[in-house]
């Protein structure tokens, strides 16, 4: 069969109905949009962190490691194989950019990060592509052994190194960031005379131009690589069409299990990416249990983003901004939230009631809503216990609302085996 034919034939495997895509203009429209309700959200409520410029650049650095698991995730998951092993694989990248990052220097850190996350996705590909094991139970026990292994590594490594302990390296040196001296601090004065409107996109616009590291630079080139090589590109074609269904790409000339290896194989590469950024840019040191969780939030956040990476990087931008909020305003920027959110819910359920006649999951949204404005009437701050729970109820709700429209790979976490259709 010519080439052609082949991809024509994945791509009629891969075909999925059509759904609204926004133009570069609308996504500008979305986010003035974005920053004109928290605008009126700050003006409303008082609370003029929501929307500051060191809020959003925390926020940046907070969403970059979610997201570059998340990318992770979406190259596994698009070849079929459900990637649970994100955290196991951020854990192996974080020792990886300890390691090399102290004795070569932050780049190679790099290096190793990526190297000890496809490590770790090496272990999840032989398991489930070679062997057939079941993609949680590989998930689960990879993030068990890596997270033993890193300690293990670290007593054996840095405990006896100057400055570094069993659980931690030495202090590793930093990457260079990026700022625009004069826009940024032209930005900076118009955002501190808090005029409606203006006075926030400025601080949103001086995020973008002030202390930015050279790896978020490079997590955005490889989500613009992603995009193009999975949906414009044979490549990404076949690949996908590995995780609609494999039977038929197979029958196609597809060699299943080779492009499921591959992908499972960046994904631990990407993962173990955002593990080096929590090592080489967020703390410059490696600590045991450094990433919290993230790789899980990685993975919501790509399910949140249906599987694309539009949505993954928005879905990021969103818990990495909750968790800056949470940290950087504590209960009093978390209280203004409350007002949002019970307006936003209060909105969600009427629309389910009105235009889509779902009257059960309206009321829900509506007495939630109500529930929820009134704490915020009722309270003037958040209790702290509370307030670092804000990512992770962002997460559940955004899941929540999110599940009727989101449509994962046909194929994703199917064992195959290699001439089954035959």
């Known amino acids: 069969m010519s080439v052609t034919g082949l ?24 986010g003035l949009g974005a920053v004109l309700v928290l605008s009126i959200l700050r003006v409303v409520t008082g609370a003029n962190d929501v929307d500051s410029s060191g809020l959003l650049i925390a926020a940046f650095g907070l969403a970059v490691p979610i997201a570059l698991a998340g990318l992770g995730g979406l190259w596994s998951e698009r070849a079929g194989v459900v990637n649970i ?92 960031t990026i700022s625009i001296p004069g826009l940024s601090d032209a930005l900076g004065e118009l955002e501190q005379k808090h ?23 490079l997590a955005v ?11 414009r590109s044979t490549f990404g074609l076949r690949l996908r069409s590995v995780g609609e269904s494999p039977v038929a790409a197979e029958s196609l000339g597809v060699n299943v299990l080779r492009y499921k290896f591959l992908a499972v194989l960046v994904s ?32 919501a956040a790509m399910i949140f983003g249906n599987w694309r990476p539009g949505g993954l990087m928005a879905g990021s931008v969103l818990f990495g901004y909750t968790d800056a909020a949470q940290l950087r305003g ?23 009631i009105v235009r889509k006649g779902r009257v059960v999951q309206g009321v829900i949204a509506l007495v939630v809503g109500v529930i929820v404005g009134a704490w915020y009437a009722l309270t003037d701050i958040v209790p702290p216990e509370l307030s670092s729970t804000l990512p992770y109820v962002t997460t559940l709700l955004v899941l929540a609302f999110a599940s009727q429209r989101l449509r994962m790979p046909a194929a994703d976490g199917q ?7 035959h």
Not at 7 to 30: F, H
Not at 195 to 206: K, N, P, Q, T, Y
Not at 415 to 421: A, D, P
Request: proline share 4%; with cysteine.
């Open 415 to 421: 064992i195959y085996r290699k001439g089954e259709g």
């Open 7 to 30: 991809d024509a034939g994945v791509e009629k495997v891969t075909a999925t109905p059509r759904r609204l895509r926004l133009s570069p203009l609308q996504w500008v429209g979305v």
């Open 268 to 299: 631990g590469g990407l993962a173990g990416l955002g593990g080096g950024f929590l090592a080489l840019v967020a703390a410059n040191v490696f600590r045991d249990g450094q990433t919290g969780g993230r790789g899980y939030i990685g993975l």
């Open 85 to 176: 092993g994100l955290e196991g694989m951020m854990i192996l990248g974080t020792w990886g950019a300890g390691f090399l990052g102290y004795h070569l220097g932050p780049w190679w850190g790099l290096v190793g990060a990526v190297i000890g996350g496809a490590v770790g996705g090496l272990i999840h590909a032989i398991a489930t592509v070679t062997f057939g094991v079941d993609h949680i139970v590989s998930g689960v026990a990879l993030n068990i052994v890596a997270l033993g292994f890193a300690k293990y590594l670290s007593v054996r490594f840095f405990s006896t190194l100057p400055g570094g302990g069993p659980t931690q390296s030495p202090p590793l040196e930093e990457l260079p």
């Open 330 to 352: 504590g209960g009093t920027t978390v209280h203004a939230f409350l007002l949002l959110l019970a307006v936003l819910l209060i909105g969600i359920g009427i629309w389910q």
């Open 195 to 217: 005029i409606f409107f203006i006075s926030d996109l400025a601080g949103v616009l001086r995020a973008f131009c002030t202390n930015v590291s050279v790896v978020t630079i």
């Open 221 to 231: 080139l490889l989500f613009i690589a992603t995009a193009y090589i999975l949906w």
